[in-house]
């Protein structure tokens, strides 16, 4: 049996998305790709506002939130830490050898620009990670007003996950001057895993090209010469890059503004939802995230087992990550959700908890 995916990533995926994936093959290194490839790279330029490179990588996005590391860190990063998520950043960033520091805030709470004025001000840095929302958490942080605050520091490199929140909102990536924006596909896109979406600007173009160690597989400048073509330095997820092209016929088709709308709205009827149960919200409302709730278990509620039983009924949700399993649970609704999907899910939650009283 299908269970319903309402957990944060991967999503449920549209029927018209799958049959797209079994689009017949061609060569990668062909005119049809290439047309492919530069039709899609055109699109998600729109969605995300942007004239910079934006390049399709093969990956998960901690592969390129790794690349980025390799490719923009040069003397030392201030890596913005609010959830499991940022904390993995920074380990991953360590891990490829380069001098960093996490700059943390209890889970729950966003990044602010107040912190980050205060750790880029003292002039140690020369890169910056932020994840826009914490999926662990349900936080997303207030990315426009922490952009206000990177323009004061144009030699610092500014590097944004949005991963769970590109395309759920307006995330306009040139005006607010990020250097490389990346996010996976399998969240608000509503594409089943394996497709990794990166932005590059000018700056941070020219920041890799003097990065020694950056490697090859996620090399920025590789990447933009093989972009140069339409295409990319190795053989890319075709079936994914059509599947892509097909969500934007969708997501275009809905139209942007909706789409925010949308996800605006079911946001806050999850949020009302829970609430109305007894429930509270993990982080405080101002900073909610607009793609999924995470919600402490102020009732005591036997999480595992409301899991297994939603289970047997079809659907599928999240008892909460890292530090915080037990104590949360997580409902998604993104993509291409719709309120009915939800109420079909609070219809089961609602049989449920009497048994487990």
């Known amino acids: 049996m299908h269970k319903k995916l309402f957990i944060p990533g991967p999503v449920e995926v549209h029927p018209d998305i799958l049959a797209a994936m079994a689009t017949p093959m061609v060569g990668h290194r062909t005119k049809e790709y290439a047309e492919l ?26 592969g390129v939130m790794e690349g980025a590391i390799r490719n923009l860190v040069g003397s030392r990063c201030a890596n ?3 959830g499991a998520f940022s904390d993995k950043w920074h380990d991953v960033t360590l891990r490829c050898g380069k001098q960093a520091d996490a700059i943390r805030f209890d889970w729950g709470k966003p990044v602010t620009p107040e912190a980050v004025e ?16 914490e999926t662990s958490t349900g936080v997303m942080s207030p990315l426009a007003e922490i952009a206000d605050v990177m ?18 909102l307006k995330i306009p990536v040139k005006e607010m001057g990020i250097d490389s924006c990346i996010f996976g596909v399998q969240k608000a896109f509503a594409l089943p895993p394996g497709l990794t979406v990166f932005s590059a600007s000018e700056k941070a173009l020219q920041r890799a090209a003097g990065m020694e160690g ?6 920025y400048i590789e990447f933009a010469a ?3 073509k339409d295409n990319t330095p190795s053989t890319p997820c075709i079936s994914q890059i059509y599947a892509m092209d ?18 605006r709205n079911l946001a806050d009827y999850v949020r009302n939802w829970v609430m109305s149960r007894g429930f509270e919200l993990f982080p405080a409302a101002a900073v909610c995230s607009q793609t999924l709730t995470c919600t402490r278990n102020t009732r005591g509620v036997d ?10 009924r079809g659907f599928a949700i999240d008892d909460g990550y890292g530090k915080i399993k037990g104590t949360t649970f997580r409902i998604a609704h993104m993509g291409d959700m719709t309120r009915g999907d939800l109420d079909g899910l609070f219809s089961a939650i609602i049989e449920i908890l009497p048994e487990l009283a």
Request: proline share 1%; aromatic share 12%; with cysteine.
């Open 80 to 82: 913005f830490c609010n």
């Open 37 to 62: 490839h530069g039709r899609v790279t055109s699109r998600l330029k729109q969605l995300m506002f942007t004239d910079d490179r934006v390049f399709l990588a093969t990956s998960s996005a901690f």
């Open 151 to 168: 323009k004061k520091f144009p030699e610092v490199m500014f590097i944004v996950d949005t991963v769970s929140s590109m395309s759920a």
């Open 246 to 263: 097909k969500q934007l016929d969708r997501i275009f088709a809905e139209g942007l503004e909706t789409r925010w709308t949308r996800h």
């Open 118 to 133: 205060r750790a880029l001000a003292t002039g140690k840095y020369d890169s910056m990670t932020m994840i826009h929302n």
């Open 214 to 219: 950056r490697g090859y597989y996620f090399d």
């Open 226 to 228: 093989n972009d140069d």
């Open 303 to 312: 999480l595992a087992a409301l899991k297994k039983k939603l289970g047997e």
